[in-house]
DNA sequence: CGAGCCCCCTGGGTGC
DNA sequence: TGCACCCAGGGGGCTC
């Protein structure tokens, strides 16, 4: 599941791959992707140029020729990647983009959950979303003052941090990582984080994240980069999927449970709600 | 405004 | 071997 490491990784890798490239036609094989039949996608997006792509929380943005941006949730499983011209897709690839010099892009989705719209550069930032987005969590755009503002709901934290409003870019595993290097519990209120916690978290989040990018991203079920290649982070992973085994730190076996129906494994004895 | 729930989807796992 | 079920989950949208 793409968080924001995974989404910078295929930004990094999508980059190198198409950038300077020409869209010259495209064809759609599950209209929900995209909100338009193959013929009115391709009438809006034939024929520009692949800029730059940037990156805003979880969401790619493929600025194209003529002021017009491409912006691309992957969601749960959604994949670019790149083949020769004429490449046969599968079953699971759900857009094509024909590009010069004989490459194909496509975009691969077994869910079917990945969203992606092509919307003038002006209205980007109104697109939903992205529209009420928090700030990207590194050290310049993430500061303690403003978590002091922000973190008033008495909402529990892990839901909390999954809201994208309120810090863009953490997810499911990124969520209960980080809690537990902070050694906060995931149903802890938000507005009862004493100063030193918020630090400690923000320190956690922007660190956090910042490895998992240098390892390519965490690679569960599905995830590889635009290269194929499967992220690493998945072995640094503290407590994501290792619900019945031992804390790193205490010894205690991990437990797991339902938080905003969310699948959440913590430590009982590190992570202790107050 | 916030909490809770539904919905979108399919592959993989489990139980019989 | 096969069938019926259940589960995972990001985020928009809905109701209360």
Redesign the pocket.
């Known amino acids: 599941?793409?968080?924001l490491p995974e989404v910078e990784t295929v930004r990094r890798g999508l980059t190198q791959l198409v950038v300077g490239h020409i869209i010259e036609s495209v064809e759609v094989r599950?209209e929900?992707i995209v909100g338009l039949d193959t013929a009115a996608f391709n009438q809006q997006i034939a024929g520009r140029t692949i800029e730059k792509i940037d990156r805003r929380?979880?969401?790619l943005l493929f600025r194209l020729s003529g002021e017009k941006t491409l912006v691309s949730?992957l969601?749960?499983?959604g994949a670019y990647y790149t083949v020769p011209a004429g490449t046969q897709p599968g079953?699971?690839d759900l857009v094509t983009f024909h590009l010069d010099q004989a490459v194909d892009l496509f975009y691969r989705d077994?869910?079917?959950?990945g969203r992606m719209k092509l919307v003038a550069n002006s209205d980007v930032m109104r697109v939903?979303?992205?529209a009420?987005i928090g700030p990207e969590p590194t050290a310049d755009t993430l500061s303690l003052e403003y978590m002091q503002k922000e973190f008033l709901?008495?909402?529990?934290i892990k839901?909390?941090l999954?809201d994208?409003s309120h810090i863009a870019g953490l997810?499911?595993?990124y969520v209960d990582e980080t809690l537990w290097q902070a050694k906060i519990h995931p149903l802890q209120p938000a507005n009862s984080l004493n100063i030193e916690q918020l630090e400690t978290l923000r320190m956690c989040i922007i660190q956090e994240l910042a490895r998992a990018t240098d390892h390519h991203g965490t690679t569960v079920h599905s995830f590889t980069t635009a290269f194929g290649h499967a992220g690493e982070f998945q072995n640094e992973l503290q407590v994501y999927g290792r619900v019945g085994q031992p804390c790193y730190r205490c010894g205690a076996t991990l437990v797991k449970i339902?938080v905003?129906?969310?699948?959440t494994t913590f430590c009982p004895v590190c992570q202790i709600l107050h």
Request: net charge positive; aromatic share 10%; no cysteine.
């Open positions: 599941m793409p968080e599950w929900k929380g979880k969401y949730h969601r749960m499983e079953k699971h077994t869910r079917k959950f939903a979303g992205l009420t709901h008495k909402t529990a839901p909390f999954l994208q997810g499911n595993i339902k905003a129906q969310r699948g």
